[in-house]
T-cell receptor, first 115, second 113 residues
Framework: AQKITQTQPGMFVQEKEAVTLDCTYD???????LFWYKQPSSGEMIFLIY??????QNATEGRYSLNFQKARKSANLVISASQLGDSAMYFC????????????FGQGTRLTINP | DAGVIQSPRHEVTEMGQEVTLRCKPI?????LFWYRQTMMRGLELLIY????????DSGMPEDRFSAKMPNASFSTLKIQPSEPRDSAVYFC???????????FGEGSWLTVV
């Protein structure tokens, strides 16, 4: 079975600092995709970044990057130069490509950016 | 392009009433998902469709829940009869085959009193 673990229930970071949100996953399938979503207090789920299991390079999208360590089964999200608007819940999720298309989510990390 | 559209955004209903949540996926997407989010259980997949056909409904909690997708642009999630423990945010999401992004709607916030 697939499982996503986010060990940090909450994090507090000073504005403009970089922040790393941890995510580890467990699957026996060789083909999978890893996603990060942001959920602000308004409730919507905003897609941030995607990493495929066969991608050779770490994914980047603006201030977001994914530190993908396949051997350790970790897919940490790095936010550079944090902003007050980054305060939100962040969810890591996994999709097994050769099986069902469904996403399995972690429990989330609540990030608070302090001015 | 319009994103995934859900309605209603908020609903408060009395226990025992029927609740119908609606979703319009992004045009051209092959997959549609219904998720439920609660504080206790996080985000759970209830059911998903591929080309309007239900593929996996193992997450549907019980017979009170049913979902349909009569065409490629519309899906419903129905709860009958509703109970207070059904109070949650229900998300609809869609993606195309091979897509690397699964897009979520803004959610339907359901409160059953």
């Amino acid at each position: 079975a697939q499982k996503i673990t986010q060990t940090q229930p909450g994090m507090f970071v000073q504005e403009k600092e970089a922040v790393t949100l941890d995510c580890t996953y467990d699957t026996s399938d060789p083909s999978y995709g890893l996603f990060w979503y942001k959920q602000p207090s308004s409730g919507e789920m905003i897609f941030l970044i995607y990493q495929g299991s066969y991608d050779q390079q770490n994914a980047t999208e603006g201030r977001y990057s994914l530190n993908f360590q396949k051997a350790r089964k970790s897919a940490n999200l790095v936010i550079s130069a944090s902003q007050l608007g980054d305060s939100a819940m962040y969810f890591c999720a996994m999709r097994v490509i050769q099986g069902a298309q469904k996403l399995v989510f972690g429990q989330g990390t609540r990030l608070t950016i302090n001015p | 392009d319009a994103g995934v559209i859900q309605s209603p955004r908020h609903e408060v209903t009395e226990m025992g009433q029927e609740v119908t949540l609606r979703c319009k996926p992004i045009s051209g997407h092959d997959y549609l998902f219904w998720y439920r989010q609660t504080m206790m259980r996080g985000l759970e997949l209830l059911i998903y469709f591929n080309n309007n056909v239900p593929i996996d409904d193992s997450g549907m909690p019980e017979d009170r829940f049913s979902a349909k997708m009569p065409n490629a642009s519309f899906s419903t999630l129905k709860i009958q009869p509703s109970e207070p423990r059904d109070s949650a945010v229900y998300f609809c999401a869609s993606t195309r085959i091979g897509g690397n992004t699964i897009y979520f709607g803004e959610g339907s916030w359901l409160t059953v009193v």
